[in-house]
């Protein structure tokens, strides 16, 4: 901590004005500091020596001693910021805001401040100048590991640091090689051999070989090592790495949907000898990990990247909650805004949902109370009274699906009906819900609507950095979350429902696994979009059934940025592909 933590806590804490003198004793100085007495005195010296305060030490035993502050907090601490931001230290101003309690006048002007350095920025480099991007993000992350990846902004982002060997291409709707230039599988789909390409390097400097992919690949088929992406690899049997740039794979049942799991940010190929190590996270990808704290990220572009370089030179992310914005924006900053500033409106794969948890005891076991549930939701209400980006009411995960299907807003007059043929007594539930502004709404309105019918919800937030916590099976009645498609539908369909990171799926007792299960492994043998889509309507037609769980709204969100900028590419996700921005000069 720096004299002006101190100064700033000390003001703040004995509620003083400037030129006005307080009564106070060393000791509640040093609890103030966190310190000793003895270092309390030296930086209350040391306060004194630089004039931004006047000590009177009381004479006596049990006499207090006078303080008069002499700098105006508003001025001292923006004049902090200020350096800070002019030193490029925008982590150190970021981290001064969330230490101190600032009144709600003074914090608004640090915000304001630090706003104006977030988006596109040209930075100091030795030999050129350098494209940067900042962005705010609203938490730390849970992991970059990618054998985990199942929150988009994790996602998003440890695609820039990792790649696998085949990608997926969302215009064609087809696997596109990548590490792997060329495969081959036998007729029975049960051996597949993949041809690496030469000198791809991992962003310390070694080669990538096919000891790198069997690495990977038996990092994930180990049950011993716990990982949620184990199944995909269940009935591989061996692997033949013989040569260094080729590695055939047999597995023991035909594997027509390898290709897809393979696209699979899971599936990334890691570096043998150094595997997923959090404290130097290492990959192939467009960008390297420079810095990784629980304030920032810095990701810089990797010179020996193996195919086309990025655009941008480093991408810079905070975690500022503070700063996040209801419309993602990418500005250019020292540019003005433009009335021909370009905007975009995303409609998310995906839906918010309630969820119930059948891994506890409870009356949420009950199809009457599930369904009485079902009904005091009217979406359209919801979707009337909160707006925002919620658009449309859902009766599928798919936007596309639910327009298929016609919604009927049922009677509330069976809702108490439902409710009398129900086990529900009037106990309270526990409705978990993760830690956002639009997620903490809905929790609030369905906790009011339920109340209204005489049921009882406590509202549990849940960070989202606890996404993977045991806690949330042990304790949620239900769980108010959301989930976003990816690209590939068809992987994002099995990932949602065979993954061990997904909610869905852990929420769902063995029972449910089972049934599901069953159906999923038809489902990734079929090779056809018609029997694919035969398949997911079977599954959602039992969750609708069964109110296993219960759709509630699809997101269409708004995205604008400069029309300085150029080679936006969205993902599905609603974040842009950094390796193709960058700033059209002459703006």
């Given at each position: 901590m720096?004299l002006v933590?101190?100064?700033?806590d000390?003001?703040?804490?004995?509620?003083?004005?400037r030129?006005?003198?307080?009564?106070?004793t060393v000791?509640?100085?040093a609890?103030?500091?966190?310190?000793?007495e003895?270092?309390?005195k030296?930086l209350?010296?040391?306060?004194?020596?630089d004039?931004w305060?006047c000590?009177t030490g009381?004479?006596?035993?049990g006499?207090?001693?006078?303080?008069?502050?002499l700098?105006?907090?508003?001025?001292?601490?923006?004049?902090?910021m200020?350096?800070a931001i002019e030193?490029g230290?925008?982590?150190?101003?970021?981290?001064?805001i969330?230490?101190?309690?600032?009144?709600a006048?003074?914090?608004?002007?640090c915000?304001e401040?630090?706003?104006k350095q977030f988006?596109?920025?040209?930075?100091?480099?030795?030999?050129?100048?350098?494209?940067?991007?900042r962005?705010p993000?609203?938490?730390p992350?849970?992991t970059?590991d990618?054998?985990?990846?199942a929150i988009t902004?994790e996602?998003?982002?440890?695609?820039?640091?990792?790649d696998?060997?085949v990608?997926?291409n969302?215009?064609?709707?087809?696997?596109?090689?990548?590490?792997a230039?060329y495969w081959e599988?036998?007729?029975?789909?049960k051996v597949?051999t993949?041809?690496?390409?030469k000198?791809?390097?991992?962003?310390?400097?070694?080669?990538l070989t096919?000891e790198?992919?069997?690495?990977?690949f038996e990092r994930?088929h180990?049950?011993?090592h716990?990982?949620?992406?184990?199944w995909t690899?269940?009935s591989?049997?061996?692997m033949?790495?013989?040569?260094?740039y080729?590695?055939?794979?047999k597995?023991?049942?035909?594997?027509?949907f390898?290709?897809h799991f393979l696209?699979?940010l899971n599936?990334a190929?890691l570096?043998?000898d150094?595997?997923?190590n959090?404290n130097?996270?290492?990959?192939?990808?467009?960008?390297?990990?420079?810095?990784?704290?629980?304030?920032?990220?810095i990701?810089?572009?990797?010179?020996?990247?193996?195919?086309?370089?990025?655009l941008l030179?480093?991408v810079?992310i905070?975690?500022?909650?503070?700063?996040?914005t209801?419309?993602?924006?990418f500005?250019?900053?020292?540019?003005p805004?433009?009335?021909?500033?370009k905007g975009r409106?995303?409609?998310?794969?995906g839906?918010?949902?309630?969820?119930?948890n059948?891994?506890k005891?409870?009356?949420?076991?009950?199809?009457?109370f599930?369904r009485?549930m079902?009904?005091?939701?009217?979406r359209s209400?919801?979707?009337?009274?909160?707006?925002?980006?919620?658009?449309?009411?859902?009766?599928?995960?798919?936007p596309s699906?639910t327009?298929?299907i016609q919604?009927v807003?049922?009677d509330e007059?069976?809702?108490?009906a439902?409710?009398?043929?129900?086990r529900y007594?009037?106990?309270?539930l526990?409705l978990?819900?993760?830690?956002?502004?639009?997620?903490?709404?809905?929790?609030?309105?369905?906790?009011?609507?339920?109340?209204q019918?005489?049921?009882?919800l406590?509202?549990?937030p849940?960070?989202?950095n606890?996404?993977?916590?045991?806690?949330?099976i042990e304790?949620?009645?239900?769980l108010?979350?959301?989930?976003?498609?990816?690209?590939?539908v068809?992987?994002g369909?099995?990932?949602?429902?065979c993954?061990?990171?997904s909610?869905v799926r852990?929420?769902?007792?063995?029972?449910q696994k089972r049934?599901i299960?069953?159906?999923?492994?038809?489902f990734i043998?079929?090779?056809?979009s018609g029997e694919?889509k035969?398949?997911?309507?079977t599954?959602?037609?039992m969750?609708?059934?069964?109110?296993l769980?219960?759709?509630?709204?699809?997101i269409?969100?708004?995205?604008?940025?400069?029309e300085?900028l150029?080679?936006?590419?969205?993902n599905?996700?609603?974040?842009?592909?950094?390796?193709?921005?960058w700033i059209k000069q002459g703006?």
């Amino acid at each position: 901590m720096e004299l002006v933590d101190y100064y700033t806590d000390l003001y703040l804490k004995l509620g003083a004005d400037r030129n006005r003198q307080t009564e106070v004793t060393v000791k509640k100085c040093a609890d103030i500091f966190f310190c000793s007495e003895r270092n309390a005195k030296l930086l209350i010296h040391k306060m004194g020596n630089d004039q931004w305060i006047c000590w009177t030490g009381g004479l006596g035993r049990g006499n207090q001693s006078k303080i008069i502050f002499l700098r105006q907090l508003t001025p001292l601490v923006t004049d902090y910021m200020a350096l800070a931001i002019e030193n490029g230290n925008l982590e150190k101003a970021l981290g001064f805001i969330r230490d101190h309690k600032l009144p709600a006048e003074l914090l608004k002007i640090c915000y304001e401040r630090i706003q104006k350095q977030f988006g596109y920025k040209v930075g100091t480099g030795r030999e050129w100048p350098l494209d940067i991007l900042r962005i705010p993000m609203r938490r730390p992350l849970a992991t970059l590991d990618p054998a985990f990846a199942a929150i988009t902004s994790e996602t998003h982002i440890a695609r820039q640091i990792f790649d696998c060997l085949v990608n997926y291409n969302a215009e064609t709707r087809s696997i596109v090689p990548h590490i792997a230039h060329y495969w081959e599988n036998s007729d029975d789909r049960k051996v597949w051999t993949f041809y690496l390409r030469k000198g791809i390097l991992f962003h310390h400097g070694k080669e990538l070989t096919s000891e790198d992919v069997r690495y990977t690949f038996e990092r994930i088929h180990d049950s011993a090592h716990q990982l949620p992406c184990h199944w995909t690899l269940q009935s591989l049997r061996s692997m033949d790495t013989s040569h260094p740039y080729r590695i055939t794979v047999k597995f023991s049942d035909p594997a027509p949907f390898l290709l897809h799991f393979l696209s699979a940010l899971n599936m990334a190929i890691l570096s043998s000898d150094i595997g997923y190590n959090a404290n130097r996270i290492v990959g192939t990808g467009i960008f390297k990990l420079v810095k990784y704290t629980k304030e920032q990220i810095i990701l810089e572009r990797f010179h020996n990247y193996f195919r086309e370089q990025a655009l941008l030179d480093r991408v810079e992310i905070f975690f500022a909650p503070d700063l996040i914005t209801q419309k993602r924006q990418f500005d250019v900053p020292n540019l003005p805004i433009s009335m021909n500033d370009k905007g975009r409106t995303l409609e998310e794969n995906g839906c918010s949902y309630l969820i119930f948890n059948f891994n506890k005891s409870g009356v949420q076991h009950d199809i009457w109370f599930r369904r009485a549930m079902n009904i005091l939701i009217d979406r359209s209400r919801m979707i009337r009274d909160l707006g925002s980006d919620r658009y449309m009411a859902a009766n599928s995960f798919l936007p596309s699906e639910t327009k298929c299907i016609q919604l009927v807003q049922e009677d509330e007059g069976k809702i108490t009906a439902s409710l009398k043929k129900s086990r529900y007594h009037g106990e309270r539930l526990r409705l978990y819900h993760f830690d956002h502004n639009n997620v903490r709404e809905d929790a609030e309105w369905i906790r009011n609507r339920a109340a209204q019918f005489g049921i009882s919800l406590d509202l549990v937030p849940l960070p989202l950095n606890q996404f993977y916590s045991k806690a949330i099976i042990e304790d949620a009645d239900l769980l108010l979350a959301g989930e976003m498609i990816e690209e590939n539908v068809e992987l994002g369909v099995v990932q949602l429902f065979c993954n061990q990171s997904s909610l869905v799926r852990r929420f769902m007792n063995d029972t449910q696994k089972r049934r599901i299960d069953q159906l999923m492994g038809r489902f990734i043998q079929v090779e056809n979009s018609g029997e694919w889509k035969s398949m997911f309507r079977t599954i959602e037609d039992m969750i609708r059934d069964r109110r296993l769980l219960l759709y509630l709204y699809h997101i269409r969100r708004e995205v604008s940025f400069h029309e300085a900028l150029t080679g936006i590419e969205m993902n599905a996700f609603g974040w842009a592909n950094f390796s193709k921005l960058w700033i059209k000069q002459g703006f």
